[in-house]
């Protein structure tokens, strides 16, 4: 869904209840910040941590939006924002010591790619 700031299409594509930790996908998420989206793209295909998959597979799904639905040139977009929010938690638990339980989250993010066309200078 294109958001529209100042004139300017944004392209925005989002992933839910990805099972990653948001913390370790913020990390991903800052190295791509800012880049052109088909540079950015190579990065996370060569990246080993596992948010860099569900990241690229998104950022494949935000080119091709932008490409087929708004007509745009691939080569200029540029990735505006990337987010990772917190997801559901699922809880599991552990058995400690004496009897005790310790519990385990196991945690979710939201993950979403915001491109939009590079401004002409």
Request: glycine share 4%; charged share 25%.
């Amino acid at each position: 869904m294109p958001k529209q700031a100042e004139g300017i299409i944004q392209v925005v594509a989002h992933r839910k209840y990805v099972r990653v930790s948001p913390r370790k996908a913020r990390r991903v998420a800052q190295t791509i910040k800012g880049k052109l989206a088909l540079q950015a793209l190579n990065m996370l295909l060569l990246m080993p941590q596992k948010p860099a998959r569900y990241y690229a597979k998104l950022l494949k799904q935000a080119i091709g939006n932008a490409v087929n639905d708004y007509q745009l040139n691939e080569e200029k977009l540029v990735v505006v924002n990337a987010l990772a929010d917190n997801g559901p938690m699922l809880k599991r638990f552990r058995p400690r010591a004496r009897g005790r339980v310790y519990m385990v989250r196991k945690r979710m993010a939201h993950l979403t790619v915001i491109i939009s066309p590079k401004e002409e200078e």
